[in-house]
């Protein structure tokens, strides 16, 4: 099957941008499309291609011509969750291929992609339910029951198969496709400094459900940490790369694991300088964890603090991790009831 992976261009305004009118994050954080990558990773036996409509926004049409593909899957966080329904539109007029959306937002809100323009609505990690999904299509089955992917069943309830997640959704096994982005890679770097940035994932999802963030929908509440074999292969595949962001949304979040990893790093004479999003209470009480990762090139990290007040601290039942916390609902239906 041919397979167009579509990252969409720059659209919506971010809070920061449209509250303070501060542009530079998303030119801080413009690089790779990770996530498409990894889809790709597990899509071997296809034809797949990624456009990154970021660095070449009007591409669409020429890929669809030229490449015609049988499946086009965008990935989209909320704020670019209008324009693919839009590009998703394009994508009908011009071909005939199927229209598959996951991303952050089909995971929140799965029901805001049940739409004419869209076959179908990827909940949570893909990496290994789109390659079931394109197994059961090429078998000639139009009405899948893959668990995690929603048939659009538009002015109707959309209907979907919960999945239980997995370090089997991982798929670690396969390393991302770091190399169908090869002709974009001089626009991933690091602004200002020019210095090329590389994206590897090193653990997904997270335990904790803080309630402004989207990522427990992602993994239904797990912490999937990756194989350290596999962490260590994709740093080692972005070699010309000096400046490594570890994507996970709670780096870290396992110590133990983090611990071996860095240990690994070290062990492998990796040079290479590390980014990470790590939360407060994990610094505080794992410093040598934190010690270990600078020996080894962790040069900085993102924290967000809720708040700035040692009275209003969380207490210890506040802090622990929910780890049997049942995935968010949203507005839509599931097989199961
Ligand atoms: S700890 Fe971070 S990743 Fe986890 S739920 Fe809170 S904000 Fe999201």
């Not at 999802?205 to 963030?213: L, M, Q």
């Not at 929908?217 to 972005?238: E, N």
Request: glycine share 6%; hydrophobic share 40%.
């Amino acid at each position: 099957m041919r397979i167009l992976l579509i990252n969409p261009p720059n659209c919506g305004r971010s809070i920061p941008e449209e509250r303070y009118g501060i542009t530079s994050i998303k030119k801080i954080f413009r690089s790779e499309p990770l996530a498409l990558e990894a889809l790709a990773g597990n899509l071997y036996d296809h034809e797949v291609r990624i456009v990154d409509l970021k660095v070449e926004p009007e591409a669409l049409e020429t890929e669809l011509s030229t490449f015609a593909p049988d499946l086009v899957g965008f990935t989209a966080v909320t704020c670019e969750a209008q324009t693919v329904l839009k590009m998703a539109t394009t994508v009908k007029e011009l071909s005939a291929a199927l229209v598959v959306v996951g991303g952050v937002h089909a995971s929140c809100q799965p029901e805001f992609f049940n739409q004419p323009q869209v076959d179908f609505v990827v909940v949570g990690l893909g990496k290994l339910s789109l390659r079931e999904l394109v197994q059961e299509l090429e078998r000639g089955n139009n009405q899948p029951q893959v668990p995690g992917i929603a048939k659009t069943n538009p002015g109707r309830q959309l209907l979907l198969i919960p999945r239980n997640y997995s370090n089997a959704d991982l798929v670690d096994k396969m390393p991302p496709r770091y190399d169908l982005v090869d002709h974009y890679r001089p626009h991933y770097t690091l602004e200002n400094l020019n210095i090329p940035l590389g994206l590897v994932s090193s653990a997904v999802g997270c335990p904790y459900d803080c309630h402004f963030c989207c990522i427990s929908p992602i993994t239904g509440g797990h912490y999937l940490t990756a194989d350290i074999g596999s962490v260590i292969r994709d740093i080692k595949l972005l070699d010309h790369v000096a400046v490594i962001r570890l994507v996970d949304a709670n780096s870290f979040g396992n110590p133990a694991a983090a611990l071996k990893l860095a240990e690994a790093i070290a062990a492998a004479g990796i040079n290479k300088q590390y980014f990470a999003d790590v939360r407060a209470d994990l610094v505080v009480r794992h410093p040598d964890l934190i010690k270990r990762w600078k020996e080894v090139g962790l040069r900085a990290v993102v924290i967000g603090f809720e708040e700035i007040d040692d009275g209003a601290s969380a207490t210890d039942e506040q802090r622990r991790p929910k780890r049997k916390k049942p995935p968010r609902r949203s507005r839509f239906s599931t097989a199961s009831g």
